[in-house]
């Protein structure tokens, strides 16, 4: 649904070219949930805005639904970008406009006729809750409210595509949560494709079935987030699950082991210390829930001899665990 390759932004500074998204290659399927983390400065913002040629890049293409968007006049981009939503930070609504005229906005845009425009926004409100707050104006809604605006607005056009730039930075942790659970729904209800850039481990947690690691514009780590969970030294595995304890026992092997899927909740280190009649203690960690998985980490000492601390290593990775030293 979302092919990027080679893709590179370069600004022009007093102090020399400011490299923002630099050969980065994405691929997102048709129905998928990615999320692209990192730090602010990371290229995120760039990358987004590349995606639906509101920043042409420099190199490298764009191609959304099967059109390569790098090469539409600007007729033909536009056209194009009625395929493409897009929800922002800090919503973008017209104060002036009640929130039924600001979902509207977007529809006068395409030029769809009065009569169709108000039975599209009457089922939009519908659909993220809003109906009861159609004449209500931006300075009268909470947040929350005001970014389920956005969201409808952001549909009117019948997209496939749904780009997110930090659309829950800006609210609590429980309207966040509110936020995410409607973005789920819609990607499962409409079969949308939604790319979202975020620095909030929760998102990803929550709702990406896949996502990148973004630094100095470049991707360090990308794939699914089940995949990611058992790459060896995985920068998202570690966010994801961070792990306090100590990193080393006198007399003990300590690791740290990932698991994912009904291994998560199967268990494991029961059957490891039943097995080599060896003590385990669990240092920290948890299982949690995520959007395709469950997955579970745990930083573990285990307390045998080291010739039964390493056949209970090889047991773990005949489980399907992976394993790793604590850093």
Excluded at 235 to 244: I, N, Q, S
Excluded at 291 to 305: N, Y
Excluded at 315 to 327: D, I, S, W
Aim: contains cysteine; proline residues 4%.
């Amino acid at each position: 649904m979302i092919e990027i390759s080679g893709l590179r932004k370069t600004y022009r500074a007093k102090r020399g070219d400011v490299v923002a998204v630099d050969g980065v290659d994405l691929h997102v399927g048709e129905g998928e949930v990615f999320g692209v983390l990192g730090r602010s400065g990371a290229g995120k913002s760039t990358l987004l805005r590349c995606v639906n040629m509101l920043e042409r890049p420099d190199a490298g293409t764009v191609t959304v639904d099967g059109v390569e968007l790098t090469t539409l006049r600007r007729k033909q981009l536009r056209l194009a970008r009625h395929g493409i939503g897009m929800i922002h930070q800090h919503f973008a609504l017209l104060s002036s406009r009640t929130v039924a005229a600001n979902v509207a906005f977007a529809l006068e845009v395409t030029g769809t006729p009065r009569a169709e425009r108000k039975t599209r926004v009457a089922e939009l409100l519908e659909l993220v809750g809003l109906s009861d707050r159609a004449e209500a104006y931006p300075a009268q809604l909470s947040g929350g409210q005001k970014q389920r605006v956005g969201i409808a607005r952001a549909l009117a056009a019948r997209p496939k595509v749904l780009l997110s730039d930090e659309a829950t930075s800006a609210l609590d942790p429980e309207t966040t949560e509110s936020i995410l659970r409607l973005l789920l729904d819609l990607n499962r209800r409409l079969g949308l494709t939604i790319l979202l850039i975020t620095h909030e481990m929760t998102v990803v947690k929550r709702i990406c079935t896949s996502a990148a690691v973004m630094r100095d514009g470049r991707f360090v780590e990308s794939g699914t987030v089940a995949d990611l969970l058992q790459q060896p030294g995985s920068e998202l595995a570690r966010d994801l699950f961070p792990l306090d304890g100590p990193v080393a026992i006198p007399g003990a092997t300590v690791i740290d082991v990932t698991v994912s899927g009904a291994d998560a909740d199967a268990p494991i280190i029961a059957d490891l210390a039943r097995r080599f009649e060896t003590d385990v203690r669990i240092l920290g960690g948890a299982v949690e829930t995520l959007a395709t998985t469950r997955a579970g980490r745990w930083r573990l000492a285990l307390l045998g001899s080291p010739d039964d601390n390493s056949k209970a290593l090889d047991f773990l990775r005949e489980r399907g665990a992976q394993v790793g030293v604590p850093a």
